[in-house]
């Protein structure tokens, strides 16, 4: 018998699979279909595609997971409009899909090759979860890109930051919970999200119970302010700033057994560890350590004899073959050989801006700083982008493709483009709703990231 490729195999299993392939008036073309490990893709591609691809990875799905190729509708028809090519994959699983999320976007690539041709050039994007995805696409496969724009990232790889939840679940349990939350090897969920909904709740209702929720907010470098529609609180305003976290400490906690499960379960038993932590240092190291020790006098509670009780609690060990695991799944080594730009807002609640510290420190040591460039939104909330702040970021990384140069990324000329955009872009999804929102890209230093390790750790 003839051999095949693995390529042309998965041409033809594309093109058998496609579930929708329609041509429009004006000649575009939308395409979705199933890759053969079960996830679905979605292509569009413009009638005058200028050669260039944009490769999407979504963040992490816990519900439906339908194929998705860019951020929202605005952006998606703006870069539509302007020549651009969009494809995107769902992964083949839901939850820390890393593992499955990488070749299936690399698959994506191939379908799209074998029905239109090998771009020009492709660059990758993704928020959340898929700014690690698109950070481990262009260090695996450096040969498919030529740029790359990861936003709000889980860009201090995925061991540190899922250390830094196990600091805080660790933090919360000895303190509050009284050992009855599980922190790992987790067994019931149902019964961890509970106890985090009474515990935490009840502690709210006193000031000792508030400065422990500021130290447990502390060690994941949780931000003063969190909902971009609330305003932001003074400086030294800390019971607001307490306030404003207790509620994302609330959910974090209650929602964090859930996606522990699913990853020990991936991981093949407990990746994380706190060995070796020093709680006391970790607190002179976070943004949020003036609140704590403000909120833990006011309280008239010992800081002191808070952090000796962690010091003398039980330490967690890792799983030697589940941390390999979650290593692989991934931590990044700073190899980049094309132009890399990352957005992260300042407050952002669910990844830390920290974590853009973490990859510039890893990107340096590998000596390719050159080609990494961070800018930063000033606003609460987890991928909070308006449209045209997204938009203005792909310009200027598409103007430093063209021209070997980085240009055009003050705060004032990246929020004059965005801004000149107009109102149809200059809006950010809340409650449901597009509301306007001026652009508010400003110069900010990513503080350091409490929790690193990389290759380098090795």
Partial sequence: MRNISNRTLLAWFALISIAA????AAAQSHITGTLPDGATYVIDVPAKWNGTLLLYSHGIAWGPN????????????????????????????????????????????????????TPIQTIAWGHSMGGLITAGLVQRHPDRFAAALPMCGILGGSVGWVNTTLDSAFTFNTLIAGGTYEVVNITNPDQDYAIAQADLTAA??????????????????????????????????????????????LGSLGDLPYFRLDLEARAGGNPSWNTGVNYATQL????????????????????????????????????????????????????ISIPVLTLHTTDDPVVPVEDEQ?????????????????????????????????????????????????????PSTLNAEATALGPKYNVLRLNGQWVPMAAAYEKFQSPPFLRPFDAFSH
């Fill in 21 to 24: 392939f329609c041509l429009n």
């Fill in 66 to 117: 339908p194929a998705r190729n860019a951020t929202d509708p605005l952006a998606h028809g703006y870069l539509l409009r302007h020549g651009y090519a969009l494809a995107g994959s769902s992964y083949a699983t839901i939850g820390w899909a890393v593992h499955e999320a990488i070749p299936d976007q690399i698959a994506t690539l191939d379908v799209f090759a074998s029905l239109f041709g």
């Fill in 204 to 249: 709210q209702e006193s000031p000792q119970g508030q400065a422990r929720i500021a130290l447990i907010a502390a060690m994941y470098d949780t931000p003063d302010w969190a909902d971009p529609s609330s305003p932001e609180p003074a400086p030294t305003d800390y019971a607001t700033w307490e306030a404003n976290q207790f509620p994302v400490v």
């Fill in 284 to 335: 002179k190291r976070s943004e949020d350590n003036a609140e704590v020790q403000a909120l833990y006098a006011a309280a008239g509670l010992s800081l002191d004899a808070d952090l000796a009780t962690l010091r003398n609690a039980a330490r967690i060990a890792s799983d030697p073959g589940a941390e390999k695991y979650l290593s692989e799944n991934i931590i990044l080594n700073g190899q």
């Fill in 358 to 410: 973490a990859y510039a420190a890893v990107v340096r040591k590998a000596g390719n700083q050159s080609l990494l460039r961070q800018r930063f939104i000033h606003r609460a909330g987890h991928c909070q982008f308006t449209p045209a702040e997204m938009i203005a970021g792909f310009e200027t990384l598409f103007s430093r493709m063209a021209t070997g140069e980085w240009t055009g990324l003050s």
